[in-house]
């Protein structure tokens, strides 16, 4: 697993002084918008800078509130480009949200079933294959085509949470001209 900047500043801040903590925790970047992230992130980065070089005191609390102060402006700024200006590109490199399991921010997660078929076989050994997101390996699971005919690895565990068996008598492939609107 990746640590991030952000991971490392939580932790940086778990032992300090609880005013150090207070105000540091405000840095936190993940659940902002591209276009904020990327004005927010280097203020998170300077403050774990100076964590990593200065002990607890009034004075290193007061700069850390000064750095937060300083990335609202440039956020509302960034806010403020982003309605008066050309849309600018936001997904430049390295400005990408990047997510784990451990980490995730707080999304408003909603259920989704899915309501097609897809084909699967077993695979007992470690495979891997080419995806629209790269290379993905599994090492014990199934090879799936999705509904386009792009193929896909999912774990065993997965496979077994999600998926229930449809017997292949009772279904039939669909075909372009297929009217499914019943």
């Known amino acids: 697993m990746t640590t991030n900047r952000n ?12 005013s150090v903590r207070g105000v540091g925790k405000h840095l936190n970047y993940d659940e902002y918008m591209p276009h904020r992230r990327a004005v927010a992130k280097p203020f998170a980065y300077l403050a774990a800078e100076i964590l990593d070089k200065l002990p607890d005191s009034p004075e290193l609390t007061v700069m850390l509130r000064k750095i937060v102060e300083a990335r609202d402006c440039c956020i509302r700024a960034a806010d403020d480009a982003r309605e008066s200006g050309p849309a600018q590109e936001e997904e430049e490199d390295g400005n990408i949200l990047r997510l784990s399991k451990d980490d995730l921010p707080k999304f ?25 997101e790269g290379d993905m390996r599994c090492e014990d699971g ?23 068996y449809a017997h292949a008598a009772h279904y039939t492939p669909l075909e372009e001209d297929d009217d499914v609107t019943d």
Do not use: C
């Open 7 to 18: 991971q490392t500043l939580r932790k940086m801040l778990e032992n300090r002084h609880p």
């Open 108 to 132: 408003n997660w909603s259920y989704w079933r899915k309501p097609g078929l897809t084909m699967m076989t077993r695979i007992e050994v470690p495979f891997e294959v080419p995806t629209s």
């Open 142 to 164: 199934w090879l799936a085509i999705d509904s386009e005919g792009n193929i896909y690895p999912i774990s065993d565990k997965v496979q077994q949470s999600i998926y229930v």
